[in-house]
């Protein structure tokens, strides 16, 4: 893979300008690559850039442009930035977005806490902004989550859903509501967790245990519903109507904890990256045989 300059003569719909810096974002670039598009890369650090995404791509893979300014133009029909969940930063991305792109081209960003209507607010084709959420390793996990709105373009979604499950091989989903689904449970759960620990009546490592053993083993093959059906609605429906009113209702991370989770995160995180790295390639190869009946998985 080689680095090249951006005016050279492509069709529009094979190349994707992407905006971003780490791990995640050079992972999207990789997966990107490998389904035969054209990557225009805008990031702060090329040298780390162009290390981790051959790390992560094939021989075969498209070429990659690096820039660390903006260009006059962007001649694509999709532009995805993946940034810090920071609103202003957000929002002055897609201005830099909106003025060099063309008009019907698609901006996708990730968006976590901030709304898609905030993100659109002020712009004049707000129906072509859209959320769009990966998965820690992008190029290995079939989640692909975007974000809609009444004033999304209909056509937009289904570009974006099509590109993803046809190209990136993603098993993708789009939720209408402007915000994202995903993270709204992630919360959540990490909120009781955090609840649980704090009032003494379990440790990180006997949380981590719980998660990982019951919730970790059905997962891959079956969503919170539909593992409500194969274990029996009725008992969850009694569970929850005893549990719910004593959940966690947090709104802040305690600060002692904070400092905690940090320490927690940090130790051996290089071991558990390899170790992550050969489980996701493992468990994609598991998902893929026990596919549910409305997916469409990329074989």
């Not at 690096?66 to 969940?85: K, R, S």
């Not at 897609?94 to 209507?117: F, G, M, Y």
């Not at 993803?164 to 709204?184: L, M």
């Not at 959940?247 to 170790?275: D, F, H, I, N």
């Amino acid at each position: 893979m080689k680095e090249n300059e951006m005016n050279k003569p492509k069709d529009t719909q094979d190349r994707v300008f992407l905006v971003g810096d780490g791990e995640p974002t050079y992972r999207v670039a990789g997966m990107m690559a490998n389904a035969g598009q054209e990557v225009v890369l805008l990031t702060i650090d090329p040298t780390a850039a162009s290390v981790a995404i051959e790390r992560c791509s094939s021989p075969s893979a498209c070429s990659l442009t690096l820039l660390t300014d903006w260009p006059d133009a962007i001649p694509c029909d999709l532009a995805v930035a993946i940034t810090p969940e920071q609103p202003a930063a957000k929002r002055n991305i897609i201005q830099q977005l909106a003025c060099r792109l063309d008009d019907d081209a698609i901006i996708a960003i990730n968006t976590e806490s901030v709304s898609l209507e905030e993100l659109q607010a002020g712009n004049p084709r707000p129906e072509r902004i859209l959320g769009l959420n990966w998965c820690y390793p992008a190029n290995l996990t079939f989640f692909l989550e975007i974000i809609a709105n009444a004033m999304s373009d209909a056509k937009s979604i289904d570009r974006l859903v099509t590109m993803g499950r046809e190209r990136w091989g993603k098993d993708p989903y789009t939720i209408h509501s402007g915000f994202s689904a995903r993270a709204r449970m992630m919360a959540a759960w990490a909120r009781e967790a955090i609840h649980l620990v704090e009032q003494g009546y379990a440790s990180m490592e006997s949380i981590d245990r719980a998660c990982r053993n019951d919730a970790g083993h059905y997962l891959p093959f079956a969503g919170n519903f539909r593992y409500m059906d194969l274990m029996g609605t009725y008992a969850y429906g009694m569970v929850m109507k005893d549990l719910n009113p004593d959940l966690a209702q947090l709104t802040t991370v305690p600060e002692k904890l904070a400092e905690e989770l940090v320490a927690y995160a940090v130790s051996g995180s290089a071991e558990r990256e390899a170790a992550f790295q050969r489980f996701s390639e493992e468990i994609r190869a598991l998902i893929l045989k026990y596919p549910h009946p409305y997916e469409t998985l990329d074989r």
